[in-house]
């Protein structure tokens, strides 16, 4: 039985289901941090680090909720390790960014995307023509 929806089959095609096994195993699961904004609903981010596999939920509101609370807005920040400044390279809206994230996911589980590590500049070529809002 095949549980997994692979994206890129190209990208995909050298990969066993051993080497899949091993990256979700050894990948960095998002961990949401929460903020609350003058209004008193709260901002969630997720940070999303150059040269590391990671796995994101999909849609984050069906992973994550806090009872009693409104989250008014999901982003996932784009960090560097490399880069001679370091830090953030950007924030985006996270449905944005799991969007643009596309090409570099490699499967799909349930809600959870495993993307493959990054380098500086494919993080920051996610933004195009988006500013690199700081929230």
Known sequence: MNFFKKKNSQT?????????EKLLQEAYQANPKCYEKEDGTLLIGLAL??????????????????????????IIT????TNPQGGIIGQMEYHEAI???????????????????MTHEELDSLFGNLPRKLY
């Open 49 to 74: 680090t150059e040269d590391t596999d990671s796995l994101f939920p999909i849609v984050p509101e069906e992973q994550w909720a806090i009872e009693g609370k409104t989250i008014s807005e999901w």
């Open 78 to 81: 784009m960090v560097s390790l």
């Open 12 to 20: 995909n095609s050298k990969l066993t289901k051993p080497d899949i």
């Open 99 to 117: 969007k643009r994230l596309e090409p570099f996911i490699l499967m799909k589980k349930d809600n959870w995307a495993l993307i493959r590590a």
